[in-house]
Structure formats: C-alpha cells, structure tokens
C-alpha cells in the first residue's frame, strides 16, 4: 500500500494513475520496457483494487480524497453551500498535496479568505504524504 498512499499523497487518483508516466529517463529500448512494463502493472494492480473494493462494498478514505480531487478539476462552478467568508484550517504542516489542491480550490471557488496554522516542526503524518514543504506548496 506504500505505493498507493505516496501517488494519493501527491494527488494522483485513479484517472491519474491510469495516464502517468512512472518511466525511467533513459532514452532507451530497456527504458522504454520497463516504463511500460511498470505502467501496466501499477493500472492493473489499481483496477483490480477497485473492483476488490466494489465486490466488498468497501469505500476507502482515498476514494472520498479522489471524488473532492475529480470535483476540484472539473467545470463545476457552484456548489449547493452557503457562502464561505473564512476558510480555517488547523494543523496544516500535516496535509498533502492533494490537500492542499482542495482547499486552493474551494478558497478560488468560494472566494473566501484562507487562513492556515500549524508548525512544521510537529508534523506527524511524513508517512502518508504530508511534508514540511506544505507551507511553500501552498505559497
């Protein structure tokens, strides 16, 4: 699951993973096998995921994470909500950069003020994507 929370982390969902490029940058015939070798195998392991999940009707916390993602990169430019003046968001040297897409989003969206707190120093969540660099991605 390393693998599937590191491309979440970085806000690679399924239509994501489906059209990346996960290639070695060599310009070579033995590059180009192991791109697509690695691209079929990382596709293949993600659709098999989502139908393992559908056959259980399970729902994970990154299909909730992709939909905000799809919703946040689509044409839709209203949401059934009141009008947000302040968005305020706690312990953000914890979020990721899928995160960070999200509220950039709903703050443009929503055309309200963002207001981030936290402390770099106490990140804790290195190990699902968050990163010290949050407050410059954010930037």
């Known amino acids: 699951m390393l693998l599937w929370d590191k491309l979440h982390s970085q806000g690679f969902f399924r239509e994501d993973i489906y059209a990346a490029d996960f290639g ?62 302040y968005l305020f968001v706690d312990e953000f040297q914890d979020t990721d950069n899928g995160q960070i897409q999200c509220l950039v989003w709903l703050q443009q969206l929503m055309k309200c003020q963002l207001f981030v707190v936290g402390d770099v120093k106490q990140s804790i969540y290195r190990f699902r994507g968050a990163d010290e660099s949050a407050f410059d991605e954010l930037i």
């Open 24 to 85: 070695v940058s060599s310009n070579s015939k033995e590059s180009d096998d192991i791109n697509t070798n690695l691209h079929e195998l990382i596709v293949e392991a993600e659709k098999r995921y989502q139908i393992i999940k559908q056959e259980n009707n399970a729902y994970a916390i990154d299909d909730i994470k992709s939909e905000v993602n799809a919703l946040s990169l689509s044409e839709t430019k209203q949401l059934r909500c009141k009008k947000l003046r």
